[in-house]
């Protein structure tokens, strides 16, 4: 009886065995139908440079950004999709990293599951902000405008840069990304956090007295024989148009243009007296900024755009920007032409003379970079820190501010925590400050009409 048990157990067991190796016998896992679209990024030549580009996908559809004026015919994508899938266009498998599609035109891709089912996403290519470029035409045909150039930065990044118009009229030359304009009055956030920057390094105290025995100018300029007031004027007050300088009887630093800037400086000392006492009282003052940038000199031992470019600019990756030239027949290469609508010509000034206050030459793109350098986020390291950067200009959590001269009209904006921007022109209006106010409105409601962005940096 013990031997027929044992019998009967093996042949169970080789049963068993012998069912197990047939596949017939064993049960599978159905296939599967997950057919998901997880990502898609696109890698696109621009100006030299492969950037890459990620899609906002949404259910079934997509919208994927390309720099304006990129080549979309042949880009490679990469993607992931569900486990066993495979993803098509028009009939055409796709292999991420290596398949290339056109994104001219919509697209439709098809991700098919392993069990045979589909689903479809459609794509969506973005280069230019139709909506934004047509009120910025619009404006510019309210106003006049011959060219435009602005730039828009979201999360430290460059993620929009655009061109409109003319350059020069006369020989229909169109404004590009590149091309450079006077920035006027922007000057001025420049050349203060030049002096912050001197002061951070222990060069400088925000409250040395400027001129005098123990001023840092000295008794440099005029006769040296300084009313006490004068004396008591010191960095801080300079900076913080607070130095009792006016413009009466007319803003010296558009007097002859065949005079120097000491020439200029010796007369306001010699012949003018303060309307207040300093630190008390607020008046723009160009005279206050083009001293600020005899301070930079000499503390520095440089010229003031050496230092600048040295200190300030090229450590935020700017290399085009430099001090304008007066003349026509002085304009640089890229520089645009400018054009006033006020009877004042853009060339009968001496803007080389203007320099720490109002005599830069910029793109847009140089000051979007210029802007992340100072506003205070954490991605891309200040020039300087607190409390320098909470101070005149740079203190507020949005502020914007302007630059005007004949033949120019320019905005730079921190909108917020994520975003700024810049916008330069080459002509201007009477009243000046409509064409300000307008140009800032636009870009300030434009940008906050718009709800997905750019992953990319054009940085």
């Known amino acids: 009886m013990k031997y027929r048990i044992i019998l009967l157990i093996s042949i169970i067991l080789i049963s068993i065995s012998c069912d197990s190796d047939n596949p017939d016998l064993v049960p599978n896992d159905p296939p599967s139908s997950s057919k998901n679209l997880i990502q898609l990024s696109a890698q696109v030549d621009f100006e030299g440079r492969s950037i890459k580009t990620n899609a906002v996908l949404d259910r079934n559809t997509g919208t994927i950004f390309f720099p304006v004026g990129a080549d979309l015919s042949s880009i490679k994508i990469e993607f992931g999709i569900s486990q066993k899938a495979k993803l098509f266009l028009q009939g055409e498998e796709m292999l991420s990293g290596s398949s290339r599609v056109d994104f001219n035109n919509r697209l439709n891709f098809e991700v098919v599951a392993e069990d045979g089912s589909k689903r479809e996403y459609e794509i969506t290519s973005i280069s230019k902000f139709e909506e934004m470029e047509a009120a910025l035409l619009a404006f510019m045909e309210d106003f006049n405008v011959p060219g435009l150039q602005f730039a828009i930065i979201r999360n430290e990044k460059l993620v929009y840069q655009g061109s409109l118009g003319l350059s020069d009229v006369e020989n229909n030359t169109k404004v590009k990304n590149n091309s450079l304009f006077r920035i006027a009055s922007i000057s001025k956030p420049i050349t203060s956090i030049a002096i912050y920057n001197l002061a951070q390094k222990g060069e400088l105290s925000l409250n040395m007295t400027v001129f005098g025995d123990n001023g840092v100018l000295g008794k440099r300029y005029g006769d040296g024989e300084y009313p006490d007031n004068i004396k008591l004027i010191q960095v801080r007050h300079l900076l913080d ?76 990756g700017i290399s085009d920007m430099r001090i304008g030239g007066n003349l026509l027949e002085e304009k640089f290469e890229n520089e645009v032409v400018y054009y006033e609508q006020e009877g004042f010509s853009p060339y009968s000034m001496n803007v080389t003379r203007m320099d720490s206050h109002g005599g830069w030459i910029a793109s847009a793109s140089d000051l979007a970079r210029f802007l992340v350098t100072i506003d205070r986020g954490i991605g891309v390291p200040d020039i300087v820190g607190t409390p320098f950067i909470e101070r005149e200009y740079f203190g507020y959590e949005n502020w914007w501010f302007s630059g005007s001269l004949p033949g120019t009209s320019t905005v730079i904006s921190r909108m917020d925590n994520n975003f700024s921007f810049v916008i330069l022109t080459n002509t201007r209006t009477i009243p000046i400050e409509s064409i300000l106010q307008q140009m800032e409105k636009i870009m300030r409601l434009q940008i906050q009409a718009r709800s997905i962005w750019p992953s990319y940096d054009l940085f």
């Open 241 to 316: 148009h607070t130095s009792g300088f006016t413009n009466n009887p007319y803003d010296i630093m558009f007097d002859d243009p065949s005079l120097t800037q000491d020439q200029l400086i010796s007369e306001v000392l010699d012949n003018r007296g303060l309307s207040s006492s300093p630190g008390t009282t607020y008046y723009y003052s160009n005279f206050g900024y083009s001293l600020l940038g005899r301070i930079i000199e000499e503390v520095s031992g440089k010229n003031y755009e050496r230092y600048v470019l040295d200190e300030v600019l090229g450590p935020a």
